[in-house]
């Protein structure tokens, strides 16, 4: 059975951990915390030559990483979620005092620059890679803050194409925002469907469908009906009775999870890479597998696998596709789970006629000490480097990063 194994342990903030996020152009780590700052990592993979698995092996050389940046942000409360956008060029950051920041990075104006140049534009064609243009080192800054939400906001993402952002908050309330240029933002759309706290967003992989889960125990898909404006087309509520997991003698981590009720808060949400399928973690430590019915933007969905998988919350999931997927099936890629029981768990999924199947494939407690683990991520980069890599965000502040290995 592969296992997890401990690459880095990161620079911690002085207060909890929230969100980590892999940039998916660059080699850079993003995470975020009570403490106000968003921490930059930048990291070198080692050149290696997986095994059969596609994992490597755990006497391969490891990823370094480094404390590139620690951003002050002009936020005033926590830094709940933090998000790039598909060119890694931009990140947005929601926060408990109910905005959106967006920051970019920058070239500083010197002093006797002219008042009409364009300060602060960002220009990726020059130098990106180095982080310097003309001798000036590039500095990440809030070139825009969102308001509009009327309480905490605890999720942001970007859409598969970075056309759209989203944003939700506390306030029950889902944001549609449109990208536009020059930093500009432009509010498209404001759901109001949900009857409590909404906890997390997720888009789709290809297409513009987002996700929304909340303390009300339903899953919301929405899209940009042509004939109308952004609607929710289905609303998902739990019902599959679940199914014990079972993990090989030898894992280190023994999972003892009690029976799930029916309803439960809906606290994360992750598509599956090819846009069939959606997992859905819950207050009582269940995933749940939804898949599509058809290819239509408002296809339905329904719950085909229900799993109990941890003793608390699923404050994350994490879907990656596989290093080196199984030709006998459908591979589905990688599915990680965290939450207040201090665990990581990380599946293989497949699916064949029979259904789909949650293959534990390595596991690991305590993984941040007593701390719950709140967040979860894996490297998914354009190049596809760093493909079984993953890093989680502990309650305690700490960030540290893993890599799935072999056990050959």
Known sequence: MPQLQLVAELPSHSEPAWNVTFNPTRSLLASCSTDRTIRLFSYILPSQTPSASGFPSSSDPKPVFSLNKVIPTEHKRTVRSIAWSPDGRTLASGSFDSTVGVWEEVIPSSDNEDEDDDEGVFKPQKAQAEGKEGGGEKEWECVTTLEGHESECKSVAFSSDGALLASCSRDKSVWVWEVQPDADFECIAVMMEHSQDVKCIAWHPHEEILASASYDSHIHLAFDDPDSDWMIFQKLHPKLTPTPLTLSPDSPAQLDVPPLEEDETVWSLAFSPDGSYLASGGDLGGIRIWKRQGNQPDSSWIEVLHLTVHTRSIFS????????????????????SAGGDGKIVVFQLTSSESGVMMKPIAAIKDAHGVSDVNSVGWCSREDKKGLGMLSSAGDGGSIKVWRVVSDD
Do not use: C, F, H
């Open 317 to 336: 999931l994490a879907w990656s596709p596989s290093p080196s997927p199984s030709p006998e099936s459908t591979d589905l890629g990688l599915l990680a």
